[in-house]
């Protein structure tokens, strides 16, 4: 038996432990630019971004759980969940969610990735506490009632079909599967037809109760906003909701793994009735943890991110064989992917694909230019900064960096370590990357012998 003075003491200790730490992580200028981050008891994580010159704040809620948590019975149940949250909950409806932030001229909006789901509204900043409450209810309070999951069923329905009749995004799905195969990462987040048609109210209530507790949640909000503030409105909704869980329990870590792709020259084709034939040659590429991610965001500038890049001129430029050619660089947690893609008529294909692996082997081979590189970083350090100019692109980076690495990096550090990005190690991750053998994925109206021929480009 205890005593009543034992149980109150480890009461007190409890308490003692189950404290809220809060840490400055990026130290602003007067107050502009500053990052803290509040762990609450229980796990969750609050990071702020301050910008008193703004008049709006963006608020958000980053999930752990992405298409790739998903087994292939339960494929496309994360995307689902994300439409179910915003159908109603205990205190509202789903017309009561979108009406609270319409009648303020807010935003709200969700998007969910192979390896997180993200939640968020962006309002005035004198409507942030509005804010704060939906989003959080939704995230703690969401009902999943059965009759909603049978009419949404249908919404999702028709956003695959809307997919599949873009082959300029479905070639990129079709491009995951030829990596990664029948796994989670090369499957489509939206699912199939048959997934979704399969899922049920109850396993989707079982998918939200696993993955959406504090230990996997990392809420961030930029603007013109007061971090203390921030975090006793939250904490507020989250008790309301008696959504806090353990006070003990940890935030879970960033992921991490050893997967390595060692696919090569695979082809996939998909044949449609489409005017133009739509390619994406690539092969494995680095994880998002990789320190040579900036010599590659380099590369992939200089190769095919912008108008003066080489893939641009060559194809579109001095050929005119394309519309719309450009690299592109996906990295996960274990591995990662480089591709180029391409939209052009059926019958210039092969020269399209000869060209692009042309230069992708020239640059392995033989590197860039000092020029060249120097352009690139230049060009990267301008959309960097340019791409982060709202609130909005503010939240998404402080959230993905909470969730993603479990730090914080300022902006002129990443412009530093832009900036030192040398031409050797620029040449060395082009020869460690580009030197691989690619795949190849197309969708378009082939005939067989065009078909046949396509192996040609991988070989």
């Known amino acids: 038996m205890t005593s009543r003075s034992s149980k109150a003491t480890a009461r007190t200790s409890t308490e003692a432990r189950a404290v809220a730490r809060t840490q400055t992580l990026i130290k602003g200028t007067n107050g502009i630019g500053t990052v803290r981050k509040t762990t609450l008891p229980g796990g969750l994580r609050i990071v702020t971004e301050t910008l008193p010159s703004v008049r709006s704040a963006t608020f958000g809620i980053w999930a752990h759980v992405g298409s790739r948590d998903e087994t292939p019975s339960l494929n496309g149940a994360t995307h ?29 909006n969700a998007f ?99 993955h959406y507790d504090p230990t996997h949640l990392v809420v961030a909000c930029a603007g013109n906003i007061d971090h203390n503030k921030v975090v006793r409105q939250v904490r507020a909704a989250f008790e309301k909701a008696g959504a806090l869980g353990n006070p003990e329990a940890l935030p879970i870590a960033p992921r991490d793994g050893s997967r390595r792709l060692r696919t090569a020259g695979k082809v996939e084709l998909l044949g449609r009735k489409t005017e133009q034939a739509h390619v994406v040659l690539g092969m494995p590429g680095l994880a998002r943890t ?47 992917l480089f591709g180029v893609y391409a939209g052009c008529r059926p019958s210039q294909v092969h020269d399209v694909l000869r060209i692009c692996r042309d230069e992708l082997d020239h640059v392995a081979a033989e590197g860039l ?25 503010l939240m998404n980076r402080i959230g993905k960096s909470e969730l993603c690495w479990g730090e914080q990096m300022s902006v002129d550090d990443m412009l530093a370590r832009i900036a030192a990005v040398t031409p050797d190690e620029v040449r060395s991750v082009a020869r460690d990357v580009l030197g691989q053998r690619p795949s190849l994925s197309v969708i378009g109206p082939l005939k067989d012998k065009q078909a046949a021929r396509l192996h040609d480009a991988v070989a």
């Open 80 to 108: 689902y969940l994300e439409h179910l949250l915003f159908k109603g909950t205990g205190r509202r409806s789903a017309l009561d969610i979108s009406a609270a932030l319409d009648a303020v001229g807010g935003e709200m």
């Open 369 to 393: 230019s000092d020029d060249e590189i120097g352009r690139a970083i230049g060009q990267l350090q301008g959309s960097t900064v340019l791409g982060l100019e709202d609130t909005g692109a």
């Open 290 to 336: 990789d320190d040579r991610r900036w010599a590659m965001g380099v590369l992939n500038t200089a190769l095919g991110g912008g108008m003066s890049s080489r893939l641009f001129q060559e194809v579109r430029e001095k050929r005119g064989l394309a519309y719309s050619v450009y690299s592109y660089t996906s990295g996960f947690a274990d591995c990662g």
């Open 112 to 210: 969910t990735a192979k390896e997180y789901t993200c939640y968020y509204a962006r309002v005035l900043d004198t409507d942030l506490p509005l804010a704060i409450d939906v989003v959080c209810d939704m995230l703690t309070g969401s009902l999943i009632l059965e009759e909603d999951v049978n009419v949404e069923r249908g919404a999702i329905l028709e956003e695959i079909a809307m997919t599949e009749d873009d082959p300029g995004d479905c070639v990129h799905d079709l491009f995951a599967h030829t990596m990664f195969g029948d796994n989670a990462l090369g499957r489509p987040v939206l699912g199939t037809v048959d997934t979704v048609n399969a899922l049920t109210a109850d396993r989707i209530r079982r998918f939200y109760r696993k």
